[in-house]
Structures are given as structure tokens and as C-alpha cells.
Nanobody
Framework: QVQLVESGGGLVQAGDSLRLSCAASGRTFSSYAMGWFRQAPGKEREFVARIRWTDGNTYYADSVKGRFTISRDSAKNTVYLQMNSLKSEDTAVYYC??????????????????WGQGTQVTVSS
């Protein structure tokens, strides 16, 4: 059984920073890449960022490019999302997800096989 556990969410003011963590565990956990998504109230879950385990190659949504940084620690099976210059529109539940085999449609939810329970990020203006 694979488990993804997010942490690090909270309430911050606009312009502040937060770092989210996603720890992966499970007897035979392995994946091609990890992603972060977010879902604001009344909106669809949207892609935020993705990182490939092997070479650390990263991809970002335009809305977070230049402000968010995704990274990984392979020894700890942990992925991070450093969020700087936060805006009120970044308020959402943030989810990490694992793509086991590698998908061309990496911005789509169906490309990911496992999901965490989510962590709330609230940015007050």
C-alpha cells in the first residue's frame, strides 16, 4: 500500500512563504514523477508543479512559475513545494500525487496513480 502524506500548510499573509512536504511510503513504492495539485473552493483541481525522480526535471503551471519551486529528496522519498510571494488566489487545498509510469498528460489528474489527503493553504490579503 502506497501512502502520500502532505504537511506544512497553514494560514499566512500575502507576500509570505510556505514550504509543503510530501512523504511517500509503502512496501514497494516507486514512481516516475511526483506532482502537486491544488483545489480552491468551487473550482476544479488544477496542476501546480511536477518533478521527475531520476533527473529532477521540473514543470510548472504558468500561475506559479517564478514563485514556486518543487524539489525532491530521493533518499527520503520526499517532495517539497517552496511557495514564495504568496497571493490570496493561491488559497486552496494542496495535494501531492505520484505518477508511476510517466505520462505525457502530466497536468491531468488521471496521469497520477496515488494521492495524498491534502493540506490547506490559506493566504489572507
Amino acid at each position: 500500500q502506497v501512502q502520500l502524506v502532505e504537511s506544512g500548510g497553514g494560514l499566512v499573509q500575502a507576500g509570505d512563504s510556505l514550504r509543503l512536504s510530501c512523504a511517500a511510503s509503502g512496501r514497494t513504492f516507486s514512481s516516475y514523477a511526483m506532482g502537486w495539485f491544488r483545489q480552491a473552493p468551487g473550482k476544479e483541481r488544477e496542476f501546480v508543479a511536477r518533478i521527475r525522480w531520476t533527473d529532477g526535471n521540473t514543470y510548472y503551471a504558468d500561475s506559479v512559475k517564478g514563485r514556486f519551486t518543487i524539489s525532491r529528496d530521493s533518499a527520503k522519498n520526499t517532495v517539497y513545494l517552496q511557495m514564495n510571494s504568496l497571493k490570496s488566489e493561491d488559497t486552496a487545498v494542496y495535494y501531492c500525487a505520484a505518477d508511476r509510469v510517466g505520462s505525457y498528460d502530466y497536468t491531468r489528474r488521471y496521469a497520477y496513480n496515488y494521492w495524498g489527503q491534502g493540506t490547506q493553504v490559506t493566504v489572507s490579503s
